[in-house]
């Protein structure tokens, strides 16, 4: 192509005359307002680097750019030559080679060659290419790691491989690059627009693209820092040509709704992985895990230009395990160097304060600082530094990262500033836009304008105060600024202020932390129990690491709930528990590579797979001192190996140090544990002295463990008081072991849901209800297999029990001969049973009429559920008959998902009127007719109604239905709920979700 390097638009540009060349850039210069940089490069460059510069800072522009200004130089012969030359454009894999060449090789900051980092990202660069494999299957991939660990450099090395065609050679024929963060200021856009601003240049058109979307790949990039909502899941749309809000064509595009035969490749950090992963369909995952240690070596060396001198570095390193550590992250490697450098270079000695990480960018920034203003008064110093900060909280709030130049004056950044901020490395221009050289690099310098302003400064407009940047963070949950809270408590320790007094002036960190504690004492406890402002706070502790400090901000906590999905996350959740002192229920999830020990290609490199696993269970082990202490522990969804399993085991036993009497633990659940082991937890917990309540709900439980928590169940040291088994897979013979194990005078309630225990089990339970010592209260066994044959044993068993009060037997085959069993029981007045639960049990209305007579003569009968059958509007008429009765004294009926017509429903409308005692009503799922509402509407606002709760669905019905039962519920006290009780029954039963961020609280 004659376009193939730039060749022939700087041979137009041949053709002008010196003079005429300088005054061509003169004008280049004035109508694109660029930075002072870049002012400078065009003022110097040579015509073949002009091209260069504008390719590199205007992608897909430059055609337009030298048009016009051919055209102010009166020249339109050459800009007739350029409209020639554009009609032969480069291809677009050419246009993003010529791109991505000039960002790997200016701004990706590691130093080290192309072969080396492709060593040090071998596993992955491997699964990369195994992902996306030719059959041309759509699939979509993720970049998982911690952050700044090199993620997005490593998709821009991918986007430079495969134009360089060295990579998906005979997979992708177009790949597409988004920052999104360049999409925070577009409130509109559709996919088309997104792709022609990358296809403008090239001469590839829209439909050239469009014809295989088995062959297009979408890279996106910065999710953390993308401030639209993608969590949407109605309101999308396939139509690739439609403008549209922006999210909701990110939204379907990431969800596949739009062009779902294309491929994705995503970057996601801790912010965003809750809220994007689950909307991915599929997706395979590829773990970053930085620089290895020969790779941090040959950095040092490539970066200071000598073996001797890296190699001094590396070994320096090695005595500071801990910095040596943090290296493994490209940018804070590079920074490292640049500040030792920067330390050489004045001939000072070799000095870096690393912990907590603020040290570590405070020592970065002081040292590049004093490069271009040292023996500047502090005051000076201060006033130019917070123009800097206040551009970045001002971003932050406003969820800006990419910055104009009326943005930095509006700041009052000077251009002679701006040039010392980009030779400082704080920012970096593209085009006509700034932005911070680094992400975090933003963040800390907003953290940092909260110590910079004092109090005679005016409030800004749109910066937040401390207070209320706490709050955001930490109880509202703003994760796209946890980075800079964790700053904010970093520069409040002593250590890093005075780093930052001599040059800046008195920084205020004592004051600051008492702002944070007290805005921790003040704010609602409740929010803190959700998982993500838990670990931000965790994060943020661990940053700051001062003991005094750290004890008294976990001594406000009572409760706290922990996801710890990886090592670091560990790493600070032990950290700060540890330092809790009056903690008392903690709800723990800990996922399933924290002590994984399979490697996988994609979780990173070998060397931190093996480092992580030799330390996790160190960690555990340490964790687990803390449980003694606690009345209330969730292992709930917990990915344990053996080992960790064993620690626990041990750390819940009775030592020298911690006595049997000094556990206080009352309640241990541990629903959906994998690996539990064979049951040698029992005897660890069962004989702690404060255990009244145990939940398994959901975890297999092998022949062995069942025997051994049998055994623990006979000790006398057991005092249990609550046992819930659901969905444990224990069979009929396993349930006949574990009744016969029940401490009789303790045990009160009692779930084995969900478990195949059929009538074999229940009829020797039977037989433990009528022993005198038996005090069991609850006992839920719905979804047992349960038969009718079990109704005549439970019938005697009632006769002679005198505690049993709620006794669940849902979504069981009893049929009406069944409940006519226990109906029998239930007319005898010392018969102890306040809730009978029936739903789903096979029953028609022939059994209506004998409940309907225990309904008119017990008096102890408060709550039956009777959902889910087929008793039709004959059951309901005599179940109404029966309310009607004043001798009635239900509270509590339930009828939902029973097939009901018209015919019953001025019934239920006299009994609503009639009936003193009920107050709860549940018709859900079962469709009403707006007569069937009028009617209940008219009972419902009668002077003589009880009725508080209404379970119905109102969405179902019509809106003149729904402005009815609206217009009820402002009038009179009831409320109209959907699942009206399922948050009661759930808890009765011991049913436990598995752990998701969103259900687990």
């Given at each position: 192509?004659?376009?193939s390097?730039?060749?022939g638009v700087?041979?137009c540009?041949?053709?002008?005359?010196d003079?005429?060349?300088?005054?061509?850039?003169?004008?280049?210069?004035?109508?694109?307002?660029?930075?002072?940089?870049?002012?400078?490069?065009?003022k110097?460059?040579s015509?073949?680097?002009l091209?260069?510069?504008?390719n590199?800072h205007?992608?897909g522009?430059?055609?337009?750019?030298?048009?016009?200004?051919?055209?102010?130089?009166?020249?339109r012969?050459?800009?007739?030559?350029v409209q020639?030359?554009?009609?032969?454009?480069?291809?677009?894999?050419e246009?993003?080679?010529?791109?991505?060449?000039?960002?790997w090789?200016?701004?990706k900051?590691?130093?080290v060659?192309?072969a080396?980092?492709?060593?040090?990202?071998?596993?992955?660069?491997?699964?990369l290419?195994?992902?996306?494999?030719?059959?041309?299957?759509p699939?979509?991939?993720?970049?998982?790691g911690?952050?700044?660990?090199g993620?997005?450099?490593?998709?821009?090395k991918?986007?430079?491989?495969?134009?360089s065609?060295?990579?998906?050679?005979?997979?992708?024929?177009?790949?597409f690059?988004?920052s999104?963060?360049l999409?925070?200021?577009?409130?509109?856009l559709?996919?088309?627009?997104?792709?022609?601003?990358?296809?403008?240049?090239?001469?590839?058109?829209?439909?050239?693209?469009?014809?295989?979307?088995?062959k297009?790949?979408?890279?996106l990039d910065?999710?953390?820092y993308?401030k639209?909502?993608l969590?949407?899941?109605?309101?999308?749309?396939?139509?690739?040509?439609k403008?549209l809000p922006?999210?909701?064509?990110?939204s379907?595009?990431?969800?596949?709704?739009?062009?779902?035969?294309s491929s994705?490749l995503?970057?996601?950090?801790?912010?965003?992985i809750?809220?994007i992963?689950p909307?991915?369909?599929?997706?395979?995952?590829?773990?970053?895990?930085?620089?290895?240690?020969?790779?941090?070596?040959?950095?040092?060396?490539?970066?200071?230009?000598s073996?001797?001198k890296?190699l001094?570095?590396?070994?320096f390193?090695k005595?500071?395990?801990?910095?040596?550590?943090?290296c493994?992250?490209?940018?804070?490697?590079?920074?490292?160097c640049?500040?030792?450098?920067?330390?050489?270079?004045r001939?000072?000695e070799?000095n870096?304060?690393y912990?907590?990480?603020?040290?570590?960018?405070?020592?970065f920034?002081?040292?590049?600082?004093?490069s271009?203003?040292?023996?500047?008064?502090?005051?000076?110093?201060?006033?130019?530094?917070?123009?800097?900060?206040?551009?970045?909280?001002?971003?932050?709030w406003?969820q800006?990262?990419v910055?104009?130049?009326?943005?930095l004056?509006?700041?009052?950044?000077?251009?002679?500033?701006?040039a010392?901020?980009?030779?400082m490395?704080?920012?970096?221009?593209?085009?006509?836009?700034?932005?911070?050289y680094?992400p975090?690099?933003?963040?800390?310098f907003?953290?940092l304008?909260?110590?910079?302003?004092?109090?005679?400064?005016k409030p800004?407009?749109?910066?937040?105060?401390?207070l209320q940047?706490?709050?955001?963070?930490?109880s509202?949950?703003?994760t796209q600024?946890?980075?800079?809270?964790m700053?904010?408590?970093?520069?409040a320790?002593?250590k890093?202020?005075a780093?930052?007094?001599?040059?800046?002036?008195f920084?205020?960190s004592?004051?600051v932390r008492?702002?944070?504690?007290?805005c921790?004492?003040?704010m609602?406890?409740?929010?803190?129990?959700?998982t993500?402002?838990?670990q931000?706070?965790?994060?943020?502790?661990?940053?700051?690491?001062e003991?005094?400090f750290?004890?008294?901000?976990m001594?406000?906590?009572?409760e706290?709930?922990?996801?710890?999905?990886?090592?670091?996350?560990?790493?600070?959740?032990?950290?700060?528990?540890?330092r809790?002192?009056?903690?008392?229920?903690?709800?723990?999830?800990?996922?399933?590579?924290v002590?994984?020990?399979?490697?996988?290609?994609?979780?990173?490199?070998?060397?931190?797979?093996?480092?992580?696993?030799k330390v996790?269970?160190?960690y555990?082990?340490?964790?687990?001192?803390?449980?003694?202490?606690?009345?209330?522990?969730?292992?709930?969804?917990?990915?344990?190996?053996?080992?960790?399993?064993?620690?626990?085991?041990e750390l819940?036993?009775?030592a020298?140090?911690?006595?049997?009497?000094?556990?206080?633990?009352q309640?241990?659940?541990c629903?959906?544990?994998?690996?539990?082991?064979?049951?040698t937890?029992?005897h660890t917990?069962?004989?702690?002295?404060?255990?009244?309540?145990?939940?398994l709900?959901?975890?297999?439980?092998?022949n062995?463990?069942?025997?051994?928590?049998?055994?623990?169940?006979k000790?006398?040291?057991?005092?249990l008081?609550?046992l819930?088994?659901?969905?444990c897979?224990?069979?009929?013979?396993?349930?006949?072991?574990?009744?016969t194990?029940?401490n009789l005078?303790?045990?009160?309630?009692?779930?084995?849901v969900?478990?195949?225990?059929?009538?074999?089990g229940v009829?020797v339970?039977?037989?433990?209800?009528?022993?005198?010592?038996?005090?069991?209260?609850k006992?839920?066994l719905?979804?047992c297999?349960?038969?009718?044959?079990v109704?005549g044993?439970?019938?005697?068993?009632?006769?002679?029990n005198?505690?049993?009060?709620?006794?669940?037997?849902?979504?069981?085959?009893?049929?009406?001969?069944g409940?006519?069993?226990l109906?029998?029981?239930?007319?005898?007045?010392?018969?102890?049973?306040q809730?009978?639960?029936?739903?789903?049990?096979c029953?028609?209305?022939?059994?209506?009429?004998?409940?309907?007579n225990?309904l008119?003569c017990?008096?102890?009968?408060k709550?039956?559920?009777?959902?889910?059958n087929?008793?039709?509007?004959?059951?309901?008429?005599?179940?109404?008959e029966?309310l009607?009765?004043?001798a009635c004294?239900l509270?509590?009926?339930?009828?939902?998902?029973?097939?009901?017509t018209?015919?019953?429903?001025?019934?239920?409308?006299?009994?609503?009127?009639?009936?003193?005692?009920?107050?709860m009503?549940s018709?859900?799922?079962i469709?009403?007719?707006?007569?069937?509402?009028?009617?209940?509407?008219?009972?419902l606002t009668?002077?003589d109604?009880?009725?508080?709760?209404?379970?119905?669905d109102?969405?179902?019905?019509s809106?003149?239905?729904?402005?009815?039962?609206?217009?009820?519920?402002?009038?009179?006290n009831?409320?109209?709920?959907h699942?009206p009780?399922?948050k009661?029954e759930?808890k009765?039963?011991?049913?436990?979700?598995?752990?998701?961020s969103?259900?687990?609280?």
């Amino acid at each position: 192509m004659a376009e193939s390097s730039g060749l022939g638009v700087a041979h137009c540009l041949k053709q002008l005359s010196d003079a005429k060349f300088q005054n061509f850039k003169h004008l280049l210069i004035k109508e694109l307002q660029v930075n002072s940089v870049l002012w400078a490069n065009i003022k110097l460059a040579s015509r073949t680097d002009l091209i260069t510069l504008l390719n590199a800072h205007y992608p897909g522009q430059v055609w337009d750019i030298m048009s016009r200004t051919f055209l102010q130089v009166n020249r339109r012969d050459l800009w007739t030559k350029v409209q020639e030359l554009r009609r032969d454009k480069r291809t677009y894999k050419e246009i993003m080679k010529t791109a991505f060449h000039h960002i790997w090789t200016f701004e990706k900051n590691l130093y080290v060659l192309d072969a080396e980092y492709e060593l040090a990202t071998e596993m992955q660069y491997k699964v990369l290419q195994e992902v996306f494999d030719p059959q041309l299957k759509p699939v979509t991939a993720v970049i998982l790691g911690a952050e700044a660990i090199g993620k997005t450099t490593f998709l821009r090395k991918a986007m430079l491989d495969w134009a360089s065609g060295n990579l998906w050679k005979n997979r992708f024929h177009y790949v597409f690059f988004f920052s999104l963060m360049l999409l925070n200021s577009t409130t509109e856009l559709s996919l088309a627009q997104l792709l022609l601003s990358q296809l403008s240049a090239s001469s590839e058109t829209l439909d050239d693209v469009l014809s295989d979307p088995r062959k297009i790949l979408f890279i996106l990039d910065g999710f953390d820092y993308l401030k639209f909502d993608l969590e949407l899941r109605t309101n999308l749309c396939d139509d690739w040509r439609k403008t549209l809000p922006t999210q909701i064509v990110l939204s379907s595009l990431i969800q596949k709704v739009m062009l779902p035969e294309s491929s994705l490749l995503l970057e996601l950090g801790n912010p965003s992985i809750s809220k994007i992963y689950p909307l991915l369909q599929h997706p395979r995952e590829i773990t970053m895990g930085g620089l290895n240690k020969a790779s941090r070596k040959f950095y040092y060396m490539s970066f200071f230009g000598s073996y001797q001198k890296g190699l001094d570095i590396f070994n320096f390193l090695k005595t500071m395990q801990p910095l040596l550590s943090l290296c493994r992250n490209p940018y804070i490697c590079w920074m490292f160097c640049k500040t030792v450098k920067a330390q050489h270079d004045r001939g000072e000695e070799m000095n870096l304060v690393y912990e907590p990480d603020s040290a570590l960018y405070t020592s970065f920034m002081v040292s590049s600082f004093r490069s271009v203003y040292d023996n500047i008064p502090s005051r000076q110093n201060r006033a130019r530094l917070k123009t800097l900060c206040t551009l970045a909280a001002e971003g932050m709030w406003k969820q800006v990262f990419v910055f104009k130049s009326e943005d930095l004056r509006r700041n009052g950044i000077t251009e002679p500033e701006q040039a010392s901020w980009l030779r400082m490395n704080f920012l970096n221009c593209r085009g006509d836009c700034f932005m911070f050289y680094h992400p975090t690099l933003q963040s800390y310098f907003a953290a940092l304008f909260y110590f910079l302003r004092q109090d005679k400064d005016k409030p800004h407009p749109i910066i937040g105060s401390l207070l209320q940047f706490l709050r955001e963070v930490y109880s509202r949950g703003q994760t796209q600024w946890l980075r800079t809270g964790m700053f904010v408590f970093g520069i409040a320790t002593e250590k890093v202020a005075a780093m930052l007094n001599p040059h800046f002036g008195f920084i205020p960190s004592r004051d600051v932390r008492g702002v944070i504690l007290n805005c921790f004492r003040n704010m609602n406890q409740e929010e803190f129990s959700k998982t993500l402002r838990a670990q931000g706070l965790f994060k943020s502790l661990f940053s700051n690491k001062e003991e005094e400090f750290v004890t008294q901000v976990m001594g406000l906590f009572e409760e706290m709930t922990v996801d710890i999905s990886n090592i670091d996350v560990r790493t600070v959740a032990t950290y700060s528990l540890l330092r809790s002192q009056k903690l008392k229920k903690l709800h723990l999830h800990v996922q399933e590579k924290v002590f994984s020990e399979t490697y996988k290609p994609g979780d990173g490199d070998i060397e931190t797979f093996r480092r992580h696993k030799k330390v996790a269970n160190k960690y555990w082990r340490s964790l687990c001192g803390i449980f003694w202490s606690l009345q209330v522990l969730d292992l709930d969804s917990c990915n344990f190996n053996e080992t960790a399993i064993q620690h626990l085991c041990e750390l819940l036993s009775p030592a020298p140090c911690i006595p049997l009497n000094m556990f206080k633990l009352q309640s241990l659940s541990c629903s959906f544990m994998t690996n539990f082991g064979d049951g040698t937890l029992f005897h660890t917990v069962l004989q702690l002295p404060h255990l009244t309540s145990l939940n398994l709900y959901g975890t297999n439980l092998s022949n062995k463990a069942v025997e051994k928590m049998c055994s623990g169940l006979k000790s006398p040291t057991c005092n249990l008081e609550e046992l819930l088994l659901g969905k444990c897979g224990i069979s009929s013979d396993a349930c006949v072991e574990i009744v016969t194990s029940l401490n009789l005078g303790k045990l009160k309630h009692l779930s084995l849901v969900e478990n195949p225990v059929k009538n074999k089990g229940v009829m020797v339970l039977c037989e433990i209800l009528k022993d005198p010592n038996c005090v069991l209260e609850k006992l839920m066994l719905s979804y047992c297999s349960l038969t009718l044959i079990v109704c005549g044993h439970l019938n005697k068993a009632l006769s002679c029990n005198k505690h049993l009060s709620l006794l669940d037997l849902e979504s069981n085959v009893l049929e009406d001969l069944g409940a006519n069993s226990l109906c029998e029981a239930l007319k005898d007045p010392k018969c102890p049973l306040q809730e009978l639960w029936l739903s789903g049990c096979c029953l028609t209305s022939d059994c209506c009429e004998q409940i309907s007579n225990v309904l008119t003569c017990s008096e102890n009968l408060k709550t039956l559920k009777l959902g889910n059958n087929n008793i039709q509007d004959r059951g309901v008429k005599l179940l109404c008959e029966a309310l009607r009765n004043p001798a009635c004294k239900l509270q509590s009926l339930g009828l939902d998902m029973c097939e009901l017509t018209i015919v019953c429903w001025a019934d239920l409308a006299s009994a609503l009127r009639t009936c003193r005692t009920l107050t709860m009503l549940s018709l859900d799922w079962i469709t009403v007719d707006h007569y069937g509402v009028r009617l209940l509407c008219e009972a419902l606002t009668c002077g003589d109604c009880s009725v508080k709760v209404l379970g119905l669905d109102k969405s179902k019905l019509s809106e003149e239905s729904q402005k009815l039962l609206q217009d009820v519920e402002k009038k009179s006290n009831l409320n109209i709920l959907h699942y009206p009780w399922v948050k009661e029954e759930d808890k009765m039963r011991g049913v436990r979700l598995i752990w998701n961020s969103k259900n687990w609280s």
